[in-house]
């Protein structure tokens, strides 16, 4: 079956690190590969995905390449901010858009001015 | 970007009661929608999938007669948890499918925490 190892956290940083995350998968075929983002009291956002191998996806600074030879999807930002704290899972989807995600733990990410 | 909604936000129950969640999507029309739970620290894990006007499909280890699903319109499903007990007690949440753009998107609702005293 499928499945979404991450890193567990919680990481902590300063204002204008290098943040990584990383994210491997096991999945059957070619799955679509996501990153979301909970912010405190809110619901799951996409922030990010890719859907075949050697894509990037990007959004807000946050960039992660879909690897098919490592089976991973490493989330990357140059320059953290106190506004990046959130938790952040990794997921995929191999089945198309009409089935459910398959989601990492969640890695809690806080980011210290 | 897509709106949805869950109600209640969360919600308190005594153990042997049912219990119904509402997952809308508010701007747009979803004939798929999804069911998650999510334990403390742990990552959601998929209920089922409900799919407007037939019968919701459920992952291997669900019980479909305690977690009774109904789609019942193009903007609403509803969760309902039959004889609640404590080991009921967790966070759902449900996404919705929207077809518009140029690639399928799930949009999840903020998530309901059910307590079974």
């Known amino acids: 079956g499928n499945s979404v190892t991450q890193m567990e956290g919680p990481v902590t940083l300063s204002e204008e690190a290098f943040l990584t995350i990383n994210c491997t998968y096991t999945a059957t075929g070619y799955p679509s590969l996501f990153w979301y983002v909970q912010y405190p009291g809110e619901g799951l956002q996409l922030l990010l995905k890719?859907?075949?191998?050697?894509d990037k996806g990007s959004n807000k600074g946050f960039e992660a390449t879909y690897r098919k030879e490592t089976t991973s999807f490493h989330l990357e930002k140059g320059s953290v901010q106190v506004s990046d704290s959130a938790v952040y899972f990794c997921a995929l989807n191999s089945g198309g858009g009409a089935d459910g995600l398959t989601f990492g733990k969640g890695t809690h990410l806080i980011i210290q001015p | 970007g897509a709106v949805v909604s869950q109600h209640p936000s969360w919600v308190i129950c005594k153990s042997g009661t049912s219990v119904k969640i509402e997952c809308r999507s508010l701007d747009f029309q979803a004939t798929t929608m999804f069911w998650y739970r999510q334990f403390p620290k742990q990552s959601l894990m998929l209920m089922a999938t409900s799919n407007e006007g037939s019968k919701a499909t459920y992952e291997q280890g669900v019980e479909k007669d305690k977690f009774l699903i109904n789609h019942a319109s193009l903007t609403l499903s509803t969760l309902t948890v039959t004889s609640a007990h404590p080991e009921d007690s967790s966070f759902y949440i449900c996404?919705?499918?929207?077809?518009?753009?140029?690639?399928?998107?799930?949009?999840f609702g903020p998530g309901t925490r059910l307590t079974v005293l």
């Open positions: 890719a859907t075949k191998a050697d």
């Open positions: 996404s919705a499918l929207d077809w518009r753009g140029a690639e399928d998107t799930q949009y």
